[in-house]
């Protein structure tokens, strides 16, 4: 059974228009620096699946060919809570570690997706072309697993005003990223085929 987070020092909700604006207000360049700082990682995604092919003479369908949710996927991406969980032991972090896990597990419950049985995942929507191309190879299961658990929580939220019992609620840990690796996977191929900075994740 998951204990309710304090919600310390986290502008999120109703409050969420304050924190952009003291964002554009003490750091203007934030949005322009969080898009560089993203083609930077795809440059070294890029680099380290490279290496590590050449390295151990792997062929690359084969490690596609694998679940997202594998560690040995060149795509997977593991979620800052999955990393509180598994690799921070609560009692021997420093003062820093302790407030840093207290604010990834309050972010976690701020958002609330958990209580209805969601993963952070089932909320990205199909209105990208990057996302419809992306639940074409996404398997068929786990999409109609994640359609259904968005249609539960949108009637837990808007119908019946309430959550799911504390037992029933997601942990971190079952919180994967089962979607977005698709994405990263469908925006890459676009780039090497039509030119390396040319798709970005903004679309107008």
Not at 59 to 70: F, G, N, Q, S
Not at 111 to 126: F, L
Request: aromatic residues 14%; proline residues 4%; glycine residues 6%.
């Amino acid at each position: 059974m998951l204990r309710v987070t304090q919600q310390k020092l986290y502008l999120h909700g109703h409050t969420s228009t304050a924190r952009f604006l003291v964002g554009w207000t003490v750091w203007p360049e934030l949005f322009r620096h969080f898009l560089s700082i993203q083609n930077a990682h795809k440059v070294e995604r890029g680099i380290r699946v490279q290496t590590a092919l050449k390295a151990n003479k792997v062929d690359i369908r084969h490690l596609l060919a694998l679940p997202v949710t594998d560690h040995a996927h060149p795509y997977k991406v593991e979620r800052v809570w999955e990393k509180c969980y598994h690799k921070m032991d609560p009692g021997s972090l420093t003062w820093y570690g302790k407030w840093y896990r207290a604010k990834v597990l309050c972010m976690y419950e701020a958002q609330r997706y958990h209580r209805w049985g969601m993963y952070t995942e089932d909320a990205i929507g199909a209105r990208g072309w990057f996302s419809r191309a992306s639940r074409t190879r996404t398997p068929k299961a786990q999409l109609i697993h994640g359609d259904r658990r968005v249609v539960r929580a949108r009637m837990l939220r808007t119908c019946w005003y309430t959550n799911l019992p504390r037992d029933k609620w997601t942990h971190p840990v079952d919180n994967v990223a089962w979607y977005s690796p698709y994405i990263m996977m469908v925006l890459d191929e676009w780039e090497e085929k039509w030119g390396f900075f040319g798709g970005t994740e903004v679309e107008f």
